[in-house]
């Protein structure tokens, strides 16, 4: 198992399969001061330059083969926060094989951005590094967590804000990287840089296409309920869907120079948007599994500021008990938020959320 010794140009060296045969041309490496240099002669003017080791809270040395952009990407996919969004809920808790997870919405967003980034010169790792960190701060359940935890914090509880400040804090992540994840939502002030503008289109996008897309398999709604406007402009089908809004928005961003899509194109990505509210997220069954779990994460809230023994020592936060409560939940997963809401409170697993096609127990 250590490889294959091969002969080349004199040099012995190890590759992975007995019979390998590819080569590319020996060449000097392409390190980060080439990449750098190939970023300043081709991205459009406005895009964001990598330069050095970033703009960071805490100095650090360059990286001799990465951007400081790439840096930051590689340092969210290895994150705790980023891995856990596997079991965080997107629309629905315990989703099944083909359902979207947060792990998987943040994985699509990205795709959405980079197409954009590429088509309009923008720098297309930063994008990549936004979308991929974007959702970090969501809590167990989805939205249904900042409505949740507001209570408890002076300043309430948005996952935008809170993934870029607290649950990413320790990666260091450059100052860009961090303002496109804390203002990702429409609600939040604009991004500083193109690339976080870009995300926020993209994430409306993705979790607009993906979500119905979602419902329809799930039996949630039927494709011909989708409202004709839609259907004229978008398509049903996910690649029509994503096709005409990414490219609304390429073709309007090269043309006008803003991060933009044009007007009708938008109106039926509204209408999508209010139509996948009216039947997917506010229907009865998803507004009955907010309501749970909002009691159940607050419970859990409570239970640990008062039993501080029970959280993991690095989250006892002697100055702010609350705050490290508060990141402690926060961070949970879906199913261990209900498996400790089971084992501290006495909840009965028939009493919490089930997910699509998932009965009691």
């Known amino acids: 198992m250590a490889g294959h010794e091969h002969e080349l140009g004199g040099d012995e060296v190890v590759r992975p399969h007995r019979d390998s045969h590819a080569s590319i041309r020996p060449g000097e490496v392409i390190d980060r001061i080439t990449r750098e240099q190939r970023e300043a002669a081709t991205l459009r003017q406005g895009a964001t330059l990598a330069h050095g080791a970033g703009n960071r809270d805490r100095t650090e040395a360059p990286d001799a083969l990465r951007t400081c952009f790439e840096r930051d990407k590689d340092r969210i996919i290895h994150a705790t926060a980023f891995r856990r969004l596997a079991g965080k809920t997107q629309v629905v808790v315990y989703p099944t094989d083909h359902q979207r997870t947060r792990l998987t919405h943040a994985i699509e967003v990205a795709q959405v951005a980079t197409s954009i980034a590429r088509g309009v010169g923008a720098n297309v790792t930063l994008a990549e590094a936004i979308a991929l960190g974007h959702d970090c701060g969501h809590g167990p359940g989805g939205h249904a967590s900042e409505e949740a935890f507001d209570v408890f914090l002076p300043e309430g509880f948005d996952h935008g804000p809170w993934g870029a400040h607290v649950a990413l804090a320790d990666l260091n992540l450059c100052h860009e990287t961090l303002d496109g994840i804390a203002n990702h939502s429409w609600s939040r002030p604009a991004p500083a840089t193109i690339e976080g503008e870009i995300v926020s289109w993209a994430d409306r996008i993705a979790y607009c296409a993906h979500d119905l897309e979602d419902a329809i398999h ?26 005409a809004l990414i490219g609304a928005v390429v073709t309007t961003s090269c043309r006008t120079g803003a991060i933009g899509m044009d007007t009708s194109t938008a109106d039926a990505l509204a209408a999508l948007r209010r139509f996948n509210y009216e039947h997917i997220y506010t229907r009865p069954e998803s507004l009955a599994q907010s309501h749970t779990m909002i009691r159940v994460l607050q419970e859990l809230v409570s239970f640990y500021f008062s039993h501080q023994d029970r959280l993991p020592p690095d989250h006892r936060d002697p100055d702010d008990p609350m705050l490290g409560v508060v990141t402690y939940v926060a961070g949970m997963t879906d199913r261990f938020a209900f498996d400790q809401a089971e084992q501290l409170l ?3 697993r028939g009493r919490l959320p089930q997910g699509v096609g998932h009965g009691a127990d």
């Open 218 to 243: 799930a039996g949630i709604i039927r494709a011909d309920q989708v409202p004709g406007t839609v259907h004229e402009a978008l398509g049903v089908r996910l690649s029509q869907q994503l096709d």
């Open 346 to 348: 006495g909840w009965q």
